[in-house]
């Protein structure tokens, strides 16, 4: 059925073009966007603002995809404005063949008559285009949709002011700007000049209002404005909205709206703000409204009017926030105030700028241990979140919120200590990643949300705590003796004021000890009785300390016959090791423990080859070490010595730990930089030509590069895999052939590898598709004269079918094929009788292999048929 309307369409075009002024000067506004459906699947809505007393209308435009395909949209929806505007809704479905930045044009002829700043506007190609990024790294991408309508109407020598109410469905930020109107192909229109202006005319680049100041001349003037998208610093989107407007003169004075301010509410909250509106003419006034919170269609976002008189006007406007409506970006709300004269209707414009801010969670709950502090929270109240953010300092800090400034500032002193992943995941382990909180400090602790564009909650509320000391509180855990049956000694203080526990002995430890640096697998290892609490000493004989790291805690019990019970509460500590991570020439050592005292420092021993000891190498009071110009390849063992100290009841005890041995072999990890890649295809000789470079700037991450791994893959949802290697820094090229039966369709990227067999990571995927050159000749004579007498198409490769149509000049369908090679000799497929010299027009739906699948090209044109005799005339064939 599209190809007869497509045909039928191209007729007119054929007899009809000395009538194109009359019938086609209709188009006077409209624009392009996109709804992204899945990877690489747009949904295109295509809106035209056209006059509806002219002959010519649309049932379906055609879509310049950006990626050398072209196909139709079909129209969806027609509504009927005041004044002869018609507004046309046209949708199409379209997958691009793989990530990248597409222009998309859409052009009909004509524009309406009598627009003053584009010269003969009547004979000039109206065109919108919107340009979209498509690319995975970046998420889903739809364009702002537009809810004000793109035509309006202007006073002489009065301000004008319009605003497309863009609203992005993403959270992306918008950004606006003034250009130039389109004609065919999306290129700008020669000798357009913007409206002449008393004053100014300009566009707010962050509120989208367009100000015309003001106009100097009645009549009909179309302005264009880039919309463009913005995320995370990158443009990623841009559309170009042609609208139009009318200037009349008039003794009427526009409407005026009292001043209003913008708002920060909290989402799940109902927000409302009282409009009011004067006119000097005491004319009859009308609210219009709308702009982000409408484009949720839910009716949460509505009107009411509060009072009326002549030239006086006052509504509510009411918008019932949920908590999946807070985000980074503000909602703008465009108020329109049209007043009622019998002359011509005048509006006044505003906006309010609305911040959605997502409420706090819950306070959290904080239960501590002598090292660490477990953190709990409820479930934030709305699902739709990245996760938390768990925020820490020392001692309280009374935060001032301020109502437009969510999350937690870097002036309160809370450090971000954890993010959770998951709305599910609702506890965190503070033990200041593996090092342990201190004793003594107070930990305070606040939780924000995540939400989906990145941005955060306000804090919850403040909780603070200390950490707990347990009892018997351990002093000591130093490895003695490092060997395959060696022993670790264990040291407490001695328990104090037991008597007011009715603890009068005798008492008796409970050793325990687990495999692990938190003491999840604690099991008895011993236990002995003590009368007078003075042995506070407990040496783990015949343990393998060659493996580490392991945590003790120690019970006490009051073993008083009929009397049995724990005393205190007990706590955990482990011994420490040095952690090594291994770098080019150097070793990283960090401390690894979990104690519940201070270490004020550390020295660090290393094992001398030559004497067959340990020599001190260094001292430091940070929680690492950093042993340089280190041998590559070769093995290095260490220790470590701490010093440290616990206060308890008033009492500072002082102490000495020795850590287990740990060996590491410094290697070179860091991988070369990515280089930077280019493909050319070569559609003649059916190869990729791939070249890849270094800046200047990356000498030094490049500098030891030994080869290079090519991946390849040619088609989108299979993984890369390693296409070829070449050796050689300076071998930066490579020559791909495909293969006829593959197609030059193809992703790419490259990798380096150094001398130490480290990868880089990948360059920039660059992807390429097969050659766009399926085309059928304009020409053929098909008498007899064994030349050119058989219509085939030019040379072509990667189509797996066509869909040929050809007709005559009455629409009648005179040959059909799917075969590629076409093999038409002019006869008709009905009658097998040579048609008649002329020119025919055929549509052609070609299935060309593409790097995303089959896709569907679409391409039109004429076929001129000569011949002297032997032909009928096709037209008076019956069917």
Not at 820 to 830: R, V
Request: proline fraction near 5%; glycine fraction near 6%.
């Amino acid at each position: 059925m599209i190809k007869y309307i497509r045909f039928g369409l191209m007729i007119q075009i054929l007899l009809l073009s000395v009538c194109f002024s009359a019938s086609a000067t209709h188009n006077r506004a409209g624009e392009i966007t996109l709804r992204q459906i899945s990877e690489l699947t747009y949904e295109i809505k295509i809106t035209t603002f056209t006059y509806t007393l002219s002959a010519a209308d649309r049932r379906e435009l055609e879509v310049q995809w950006g990626d050398n395909t072209v196909s139709l949209a079909s129209r969806d929806t027609i509504t009927i404005l005041p004044n002869y505007y018609q507004r046309n809704v046209y949708i199409a479905q379209h997958t691009f063949p793989g990530p990248g930045t597409y222009e998309i044009v859409v052009e009909d002829p004509n524009r309406n008559l009598g627009v003053k700043n584009i010269p003969n506007s009547v004979n000039v190609i109206f065109s919108v285009k919107t340009i979209i990024t498509v690319n995975p790294d970046l998420g889903n991408n739809n364009t702002p949709v537009l809810l004000n309508y793109p035509i309006d109407k202007a006073a002489l020598n009065n301000v004008f002011i319009h605003n497309p109410a863009a609203f992005d469905f993403d959270g992306d930020s918008i950004s606006y700007r003034l250009t130039v109107c389109t004609k065919e192909n999306g290129e700008e229109i020669i000798d357009y000049e913007y409206p002449a202006a008393s004053d100014t005319l300009y566009v707010n680049p962050i509120t989208g209002d367009l100000v015309w100041d003001s106009p100097v001349d009645t009549g009909i003037y179309n302005i264009a404005m880039d919309i463009e998208e913005w995320r995370q610093g990158v443009k990623i989107g841009n559309i170009a909205r042609d609208m139009q407007v009318e200037v009349f003169k008039t003794l009427n004075n526009p409407p005026v709206n009292d001043s209003l301010q913008n708002f920060c509410i909290l989402a799940g909250t109902i927000f409302q703000v009282a409009i009011h509106s004067t006119d000097i003419d005491n004319d009859s006034l009308s609210h219009f409204i709308t702009g982000g919170p409408f484009a949720y269609d839910d009716g949460k976002a509505y009107l009411e009017e509060l009072s009326r008189s002549d030239g006086d006007l006052t509504t509510l406007f009411t918008w019932e926030t949920s908590c999946g409506q807070a985000r980074n970006q503000p909602y703008l709300v465009i108020i329109k105030t049209e007043d009622h004269n019998s002359d011509i209707s005048l509006v006044d414009i505003d906006n309010i700028s609305i911040k959605v801010l997502a409420p706090p969670p819950a306070t959290p709950e904080l239960i501590p241990s002598s090292v660490s502090t477990n953190i709990l929270w409820d479930k934030y109240n709305c699902e739709d979140i990245l996760g938390y953010n768990v925020y820490r300092r020392e001692g309280s800090y009374i935060h001032e919120y301020d109502s437009c400034s969510p999350g937690l500032p870097e002036y309160t002193g809370y450090e971000l200590i954890a993010r959770t992943n998951s709305f599910s995941d609702t506890t965190y382990l503070d033990n200041n990643n593996g090092s342990g909180l201190f004793q003594g400090i107070e930990y305070c602790y606040r939780i924000t949300a995540i939400l989906t564009d990145g941005s955060e909650s306000f804090p919850s509320e403040e909780n603070c705590t200390n950490l707990v000391s347990g009892s018997p509180s351990i002093l000591e855990v130093s490895v003695e003796d490092y060997a395959i049956i060696g022993s670790i000694e264990v040291v407490w203080a001695k328990p104090q004021d037991l008597d007011t526990l009715d603890a009068y002995g005798p008492y008796k430890y409970l050793i325990y000890r687990s495999d692990d640096l938190w003491g999840n697998n604690l099991s008895i290892i011993d236990s002995f009785g003590t009368a007078n609490l003075d042995d506070t000493i407990y040496i783990d004989n015949g343990l393998n300390t060659t493996e580490f790291p392991y945590s003790y805690s120690v019970e006490l019990y009051n073993d008083e016959s009929g009397n049995r019970f724990k005393i205190g509460k007990p706590e955990i500590a482990s011994s420490f090791y040095p952690e090594i991570s291994e770098h080019d020439n150097e070793l990283r050592l960090k401390f690894r423990r979990n104690v519940p005292w201070l270490n004020t420092s550390y020295t660090i021993f290393r094992y001398n080859d030559l004497s067959g000891i340990f020599d001190s190498i260094g001292n430091t009071t940070k929680e690492f070490y950093d042993d340089i110009e280190l041998i590559n390849n070769k093995e290095y063992c260490y220790y470590i010595q701490s010093e440290g100290i616990r206060e308890l009841n008033n009492i500072e005890y002082q102490n000495n730990n020795t850590s287990h041995q740990n060996c590491g072999i410094p290697i070179d990890t860091i991988p070369p930089c990515p280089p930077f890649l280019e493909v050319q295809s070569s559609c003649d000789s059916l190869f990729n030509n791939l070249n890849w470079q270094y800046s200047s700037s990356q000498e030094e991450c490049s500098e030891d590069i030994v080869k290079y791994r090519i991946y390849y893959t040619n088609q989108l949802n299979i993984e890369h895999v390693v296409l070829d290697s070449i050796e050689g820094k300076e071998n930066t090229s490579y020559w791909h052939f495909p293969g006829i039966e593959t197609g030059l369709a193809a992703s790419y990227f490259v990798t380096a590898i150094d001398s130490f067999g480290n990868e880089s990571e990948p360059s920039v995927k660059v992807i390429v598709d097969n050659c766009i050159k399926y085309a059928i000749p304009n020409v053929f004579s098909p008498n007899n004269d064994n030349y050119n007498d058989i219509l085939r198409p030019y040379e072509y490769q990667d189509v797996e079918k066509i869909d040929l149509s050809i007709f005559n000049r009455w629409g009648q369908v005179i040959f059909e094929t799917e075969d590629p090679e076409i093999f038409w000799n002019g006869k008709h497929q009905k009658t097998n009788e040579l048609v008649s010299p002329g020119v025919y027009y055929y549509i052609c739906d070609v299935y060309e292999k593409r790097i995303s699948g089959i896709q569907v090209r679409n391409i039109v044109g004429f076929i001129h048929i000569f011949h002297e005799k032997g032909a009928i005339n096709t037209d008076e064939v019956e069917f």
